[in-house]
């Protein structure tokens, strides 16, 4: 019977485009993001970028000129091409053992990157099913998760960080595990209070007047609404943890050498900045920029997805 | 363009840095940094290269090795004789003030070797005095020690690790340590002002005594500042604010291009070296088999070690053993493995490691020749399938890391415990360790190394010794990988003699002198 009426409605409003001349389809949602992130140009700026270094990165082994390790102390220092005595051999120069500095950086890249995307996709999992638990259930279970919350906030994060690095070492594991620990609660804090929202939402009342189960609604109802601010949130932490996985580096603290990271190219580079700059600032410059990028890119993202909010 | 750039900045940096380094050779100061913490000025608290220097800096010894000749000379001591097998008898030099104007005599001797030998002191090195029985005062300048049996380092010890302290200002203190910043001394320079940032150390107007062993020169302030980063040091050597800094071979070579500042490479007795847990205290099992020992020291080129390490690959000292053949006692025949990757990794699979295996190596993190080393090593073992990581450690970390049995490849660097003509620091530290310290747990070469030190007749002694490097060599506990000379980087008027016997540090305070 339902099923009649809901026929019969759509061929009543096809019949009626149909026949007004001034009647126009409203455009689908993809549709209009679709035109949104056509028009935003800081989306394809550092979306583009991100999506450049996250293939050189994914392809190193076969797009690295060198072996990252492979050193060549015949070679030693060697500037990079645009300095007047750089070759075409090392664009990026050389650094004190010989080794290649672009092969360094890109594979310093697939490191990098890769603590930033797994820590903060982690962190996007352990922050996202405590805030949507926190705010979905509320009561007892909302303040189990405050109560988290509030104690991971009163830790000074990179403090900590550096502790439980220099306890635990500095594998890759470690250093996502500890950075996703560092990430989760933002996760938690924005999607608890967005859930409280839509679940007070009629199409969330609906789903439970129909009988549907909590996992449903959950799943089904809430977390579609929630990905956009997911997304969001999971950029920026992806920057923040390349930063924070450099900071450690450079402390001595996160990636051990010879493994080439971009942080712990910046620290190698410190003790040559007079005289051979090339060798901090280029790995400087990469963190600068893929930071950059990612940042535009959530941005971007953000006003694609959900534009209501900005000013 | 970038090279044009950079030149500009450096030129600028030193014109402006002219006028305070001008201005400190006519004061007399030197302005120096130490890269690792300032903890305390006096060796036995903290036996550190920097500390050897502020200690030569603030104490003397009763004897003193003669820097051309190497022979031990009086300084303290205004002559000793051997009495017999176990005594010797001092006689010290009248008319010696302490900076805080007391007179010297035998009862500072007494009780500064009291304190070394007292059960109740706690100090790292506290095994380089074990051999002595007693100290008696046989005058008011006259004292006699006697050694529980012949000691062939006996003198060595005195010469190099021994200060005087006074008994009015330290004997008497409740807390010894207190020492470190508070120091009274004979030496040729007094402290001003000292605390974990700055040492300020002026001359002492009364030094006469120092003779060939440890003159004055016309140096009449030392100021030194601690500045861990090395780029930081950089900085301030190239704006005037330092006249000489330890630096890496690299950076010495970029700063000596400009014509305002020397570079002085100083080799003496300091070598990196490799030790490998043969004990299996760190759990990595491969390392107590003597097969992958033998095939990862084969694995190593020392030839591109020494280009590191030196910045020259024909570098003339390059160690041959675990000692100096001008150290009394120095004795080897078994000769270090030629780099032979291939016949490495036939090794590795008789051993049952075919594919190779994981090992972490630690280095010294404040010394730019262990790191570097360190790195050059990674990248050969990985020709042998050995996947190595390198845990660079500040030295208080490192220590702990010791005590705490977690160590597996060991790339640091010696400075052969102060002894410069002796095998006795080398003997000692390496080979007879405590069992803190003890990463080959080799019953035999500790038994071995301790008969060593008895032996007085030199011929014999190094006869014995080296049977004791010969097995260690052999079972590949330790080798000997490259030089690591004190490179200097200073003002162009600021001389630093070379030559002669060069301190774990690089140089002594009396090697300082500007040019007149």
């Known amino acids: 019977m339902a099923t009649d009426q809901t026929s019969t409605a759509a061929a009543a409003a096809t019949a009626a485009s149909d026949t007004d001349p001034f009647h126009v389809e409203p455009p689908t949602p993809w549709q209009l993001m679709g035109r949104r992130a056509g028009a935003h140009m800081g989306f394809w700026i550092g979306g583009t970028f991100v999506l450049i270094c996250a293939l050189v990165a994914i392809f190193a082994p076969v797009i690295a000129p060198f072996d990252p390790l492979a050193q060549d102390l015949t070679r030693r220092l060697v500037p990079p091409v645009w300095d007047e005595k750089g070759t075409w051999t090392h664009p990026f120069g050389t650094d004190k053992f010989g080794r290649d500095y672009l092969s360094r950086l890109i594979h310093g890249g697939q490191i990098s990157l890769g603590i930033g995307f797994l820590s903060a996709l982690i962190a996007a999992v352990i922050g996202s099913i405590l805030g949507m638990m926190g705010g979905y259930f509320g009561g007892r279970v909302d303040a189990v998760v405050m109560y988290l919350v509030n104690a991971k906030l009163s830790l000074p994060g990179l403090l900590v960080s550096l502790a439980l690095v220099a306890v635990f070492g500095g594998s890759f594991i470690v250093l996502v595990l500890v950075l996703a620990f560092l990430f989760w609660d933002n996760y938690a804090v924005a999607l608890r209070s967005v859930t409280m929202q839509i679940r007070a939402q009629d199409f969330v009342a609906a789903a439970e007047a129909i009988g549907a189960s909590r996992r449903r609604i959950i799943l089904s109802e809430i977390l579609p609404n929630l990905m956009n601010q997911v997304i969001v949130i999971l950029t920026l932490e992806i920057a923040l943890a390349i930063l924070i996985e450099a900071t450690l580096s450079f402390l001595g603290l996160g990636i051990k050498p ?27 410059v990469t963190i600068f920029l893929v930071a950059i990028a990612i940042n535009m890119m959530g941005d971007g993202i953000r006003d694609i997805t959900a534009p209501e909010g900005r000013n | 363009m970038t090279h044009k750039l950079i030149s500009a900045v450096a030129a600028l940096m030193v014109v402006t840095a002219a006028a305070p380094a001008m201005a400190q050779k006519s004061e007399g100061t030197v302005r120096t940094a130490f890269s690792a913490p300032m903890e305390g000025l006096d060796w036995y608290h903290g036996p550190g290269n920097e500390r050897h220097l502020t200690s030569h800096a603030l104490f003397d010894t009763l004897i003193v090795a003669d820097e051309n000749t190497g022979k031990f000379v009086p300084l303290l001591a205004k002559s000793f004789k051997r009495v017999d097998n176990v005594t010797t008898e001092f006689v010290l030099q009248e008319g010696v003030k302490w900076h805080d104007g007391e007179a010297f005599d035998a009862d500072d001797v007494v009780a500064t070797i009291k304190f070394l030998t007292d059960p109740k002191t706690r100090i790292r090195f506290k095994r380089f005095y074990a051999w002595v029985k007693s100290v008696e005062k046989t005058g008011s300048h006259t004292v006699r020690i006697v050694s529980k049996r012949p000691t062939a380092s006996d003198l060595a010890t005195l010469a190099f690790v021994t200060w005087i302290y006074p008994e009015h200002a330290f004997a008497r203190l409740a807390n010894k340590k207190d020492f470190q910043w508070k120091p009274v001394g004979t030496g040729p320079y007094k402290l001003a002002k000292g605390n974990t940032k700055v040492a300020d150390l002026v001359q002492n107007t009364t030094y006469r ?18 500045i861990p980063d090395s780029a930081t040091q950089t900085a301030q050597m190239l704006t005037g604010r330092l006249d000489y800094i330890r630096s890496s071979v690299d950076h010495g070579k970029s700063l000596a291009a400009n014509t305002k500042f020397g570079l002085t490479v100083k080799q003496g007795v300091s070598v990196i070296y490799m030790g490998i847990d043969a004990k299996g205290r760190s759990g990595n099992k491969p390392l107590t088999d003597v097969r992958v020992r033998r095939a990862l020291q084969m694995g190593i080129n020392r030839k591109e070690l020494v280009l590191v390490t030196t910045g020259d690959p024909n570098f003339e000292r390059v160690p041959k053993a675990m000692c100096w053949d001008n150290q009394a006692g120095c004795g080897y025949s078994a000769k270090l493995p030629e780099y032979d990757p291939v016949a490495a990794k036939k090794l590795l699979a008789e051993a049952g490691y075919a594919d190779g295996f994981e090992v972490e190596i630690t280095a010294f993190a404040t010394s730019d020749a262990s790191r570097s080393s360190a790195e050059v090593i990674a990248s050969q073992w990985a020709k042998i399938g050995v996947k190595a990581k390198i845990d660079p450690r500040t030295i208080t970390s ?46 035999t070469l500790k038994k071995m190394s301790r008969a060593t030190s008895s032996i007085m007749d030199p011929a014999k002694r190094r006869a014995a010794a080296q049977k004791v490097f010969d097995l260690a060599q052999n079972q590949g506990y330790f080798m000997p990988l490259a030089p690591s000379p004190a490179v200097l980087v200073h003002d162009k008027d600021l001389v630093i003699k070379s030559g002669g016997l060069s301190t774990p540090y690089g140089l002594s305070v009396n090697q300082l002198s500007w040019k007149e």
């Open chain 1, 258 to 284: 010879p493994t080439p990271s971009w942080g712990v190219l910046v620290a190698e580079g410190r003790e040559q900045m007079f005289f051979n700059p090339y060798l901090i600032t280029i790995p400087g």
């Open chain 2, 209 to 226: 005594h120092g003779g060939s062993g440890k003159p004055a020169t016309n140096v009449k302030r030392i100021l030194i500042s601690a």
């Open chain 2, 398 to 443: 490192y220590r702990k890391k010791q005590r705490d049995g977690k160590i597996q490849v060991c790339i640091c660097p010696y400075g052969g415990g102060g002894f410069l003509s002796d095998i006795a620091g080398m003997i000692s530290f390496i080979y007879a360790p405590p069992k803190s310290r003890d990463y080959h747990g080799d019953e």
